[in-house]
């Protein structure tokens, strides 16, 4: 069970230097050590893309962060990426399908205490942790981009009643209704 949900920031650039790894190795800059510290395998990750404003990717954090000075990343300042994080990769999108995060940033937890026409705002820097709803209802809008508007979540079991109200033409579950609803 995650701890904790980050989001990573970067530039188009570092986000095709992860995707070219295979999503397999994340870097972080050493200003935010604090934050790298909390990081423990098991941890979820959303990576975002900051110029294009798209959420492009999951994964699962597979160990807490570890120095390295190789230079994998663009060095946007002095301070690089020392620290980095082994990853699995989780859903991926094709370029095609990125979410605009203009459509989805309203909704989030996250921003909240910012304008509503300032909440990229709260996507400056590189690491940011996020509630777990927000992570939830991120990756479960990338799931129905990926897998298609048939997508159901996999803890999603009906109960016997309401598999036997739909069998019998009678009204579908309330949860059935809600996972059809695909936002766009």
Do not use: C
């Amino acid at each position: 069970m995650p701890s904790n949900f980050w989001m990573m920031i970067n530039n188009e650039e570092n986000f095709r230097i992860t995707q070219n790894r295979g999503f397999t190795l994340l870097g972080l800059k050493a200003q935010h050590r604090r934050k790298v510290q909390r990081i423990t395998e098991g941890d979820r990750v959303l990576l975002y893309i900051s110029h294009l404003r798209r959420f492009a990717a999951t994964a699962t954090a597979m160990s807490s962060f570890y120095k390295d000075d190789e230079p994998i990343w663009v060095n946007e300042g002095s301070s690089g990426f020392p620290y980095h994080i082994k990853l699995e990769p989780g859903v991926i999108l094709n370029d095609d399908q990125f979410i605009d995060a203009n459509l989805v940033a309203p909704r989030l937890e996250y921003v909240k205490r910012w304008n509503p026409e300032d909440w990229y705002m709260a996507f400056q820097g590189n690491l940011h942790l996020l509630p777990k709803n927000d992570f939830t209802l991120i990756e479960e809008e990338m799931k129905k981009l990926h897998f298609g508007k048939s997508y159901v979540p996999t803890d999603f079991t009906p109960s016997a009643n309401s598999q036997r109200r739909r069998r019998s033409g009678g009204r579908k579950n309330k949860n059935t209704q809600q996972q059809q609803i695909v936002s766009t």
